[in-house]
């Protein structure tokens, strides 16, 4: 796995090896001297990883991993610290680092951490965009579309406003549109198995949601099969 990594080390010597190794590592690359010429870099964006180390001139890293959690709690900060610098260490991880080399570092152990840092950031990444996913996912007919998280309906701009069993029964159409359903179908699905009342009920939740979503002037989306019961579809 690579990517773009941001290295704020004012230590030449430190900073010129950690762009050799990177780039042979096939991540690409910036670097910063000293804290604030490290923000004006993280605030050009881009940056899948931040390598930071504590003492620098100026701005310290603490202060500079303070401002970027400030606005940016996923993007993952290794520290650099000193190997007695436990107050720092402290500090940095209840800031949000994500994690801390000490010097002076095995190359490959920094490394190690890049990778399972990005891992992690990945993985998280990914969950977050599957719920964005799902938050989006919505069912739809025509210029009707229903989201099953947010449980907001819309005719094209118009939002309509459902019951919860309007809305779970106009959820069952859309699932199953263009198909002919019974009022037992419905019944089963929308009201549940142990329902003991008139399959009738279906008729006035069916009246209900359409008068909801069928304005006058609008193509007709439910339409009644006599006899048998309801389908949802476009009209021909």
Known sequence: MTGTVLIIEDEDKIARLLELELGYEGYRTGRAGSGTEGLELYREGGWDLILLDVMLPGISGIEVLRRIRATDPLTPVILLTAKDSVEDKVSGL????????????????LLARIRSSLRVSAARTARQEAVVDVAEEFLAIGDLRLNEQTREVYRGERRIDLTPREFDLLVFLLRNQRQVLSREQMIREVWGYDYAGDTNVVDVYIRYVRKKIDETGLPELIHTVRGVGYVLKESS
């Open 94 to 109: 209840d800031l949000g680092a994500s994690d801390y080399v000490t010097k002076p570092f095995e190359i490959e152990e």
